[in-house]
Nanobody
Framework: QVQLVESGGGLVQPGGSLRLSCTGS????????MAWFRQAPGKEREFVAR????????YYADSVKGRVTISRDNAKNTVSMQMNSLKPEDTVVYYC???????????????WGQGTQVTVSS
């Protein structure tokens, strides 16, 4: 079992940058596909980015491609997401997730963090 804790959310101006981090417990962190999802009030949770256990393979949603970079440090049980050129529509709660499949399907992720709020506003 994996427990995930996100950090790094906050308030940022449009065009600014933010780095989200997620730290997981357990010795098997490197075996999990890690992903970031986000959810706006009243909307479904949507996929943002994912990274394979090795860190070699990554995939991004079209809405963030070119603005977001996901990375991981298995020695520190951490996955991070650097977000640049932030827009007001990026204002949502971001969730870290762990699963066994390299997929954007949120139902395939078994473990979730509590979420961290990102607000993009001037």
């Amino acid at each position: 079992q994996v427990q995930l804790v996100e950090s790094g959310g906050g308030l940022v101006q449009p065009g600014g940058s933010l780095r989200l981090s997620c730290t997981g417990s357990g010795r098997t962190f490197s075996t999990y596909v890690m992903a970031w999802f986000r959810q706006a009030p009243g909307k479904e949770r949507e996929f943002v980015a994912r990274i394979a256990g090795s860190g070699v393979n990554t995939y991004y949603a079209d809405s963030v491609k070119g603005r977001v970079t996901i990375s991981r440090d298995n020695a520190k049980n951490t996955v991070s997401m650097q977000m640049n050129s932030l827009k007001p529509e990026d204002t949502v709660v971001y969730y870290c997730a762990a699963g066994s499949l390299f997929t954007a399907n949120r139902s395939k992720y078994n473990y979730w963090g509590q979420g961290t709020q990102v607000t993009v506003s001037s």
